[in-house]
């Protein structure tokens, strides 16, 4: 199937109106930011790819963040973000980082890539959760202040 180009600011639209709980065979150009934006019913993105980096940070998903076959060209950005369902990412390609500093993640959690990320930041907290779900991608662990 052949995947139909769209802005970021097309997407981002999009996602707020609803229909980018299932997003499926999309290029978005542009990275696509959606910040302290809370996303009911979670998203689910499959064969999408975003040439550019995905920004969650301070974000509510009510539902889960799952990422199937998909492409990100930059960073994945959730610091700060809550996800009230599972962070999964299936046989996806993160070119860049995987920010999870400060995250929650209220159900289960699959870093199963295809390829990448480079490095995950990530909270001590969370580091040895992340280690066993990602255990050959390096972790920058940020310590508890004292």
Partial sequence: MEKKELTAREAEEGIEKGWGTDLK???????LDLSVATIVGG??????????????????IKGDLWLEETIITGALLL????????LWLDR????????????TINNSLNLAT??????????????????FAAPNIPLV??????
């Fill in 25 to 31: 065979d999309k290029i978005i150009k542009g990275d």
């Fill in 79 to 86: 610091h700060g973000a809550t996800i009230n369902g599972k």
């Fill in 92 to 103: 996806t390609f993160i070119e860049d980082f995987l920010n999870l500093e400060g995250a």
């Fill in 43 to 60: 998203l689910h993105f499959k064969n999408v790819t975003i040439e550019g980096s995905l920004f969650l940070p301070e974000a509510i």
């Fill in 114 to 131: 295809r390829k990448g990320p480079t490095k995950i930041y990530v909270d001590e907290e969370m580091a040895q959760l992340v280690h």
């Fill in 141 to 146: 662990v940020k310590k508890k202040k004292q």
